[in-house]
């Protein structure tokens, strides 16, 4: 099956936008809002997930080390 060229993901990433502006009732301001609050969201996430790699890859580091 092909890849999707990068106008279909544009038109989804429209689609998308338009859901999202629909959903805060036409206020795209709300809806600017809402994206920049999730987006802050991931990347507490990411971050969280990166420092128990971190962790991980040390501790994993440490065992060999004594061993």
Known sequence: MP???TNDYLDE??????????AC???VR????????????LEHILNCL????VEHVSRQQRRRTLH
């Open 3 to 5: 890849h999707p060229t």
């Open 13 to 22: 990433y429209d689609r998308e936008l338009d859901e999202i502006v629909a």
């Open 25 to 27: 009732d036409g206020d």
């Open 30 to 41: 709300s809806a600017l809002r809402v994206l920049m609050l999730v987006n802050e969201q």
């Open 50 to 53: 990166n420092a128990e790699l």
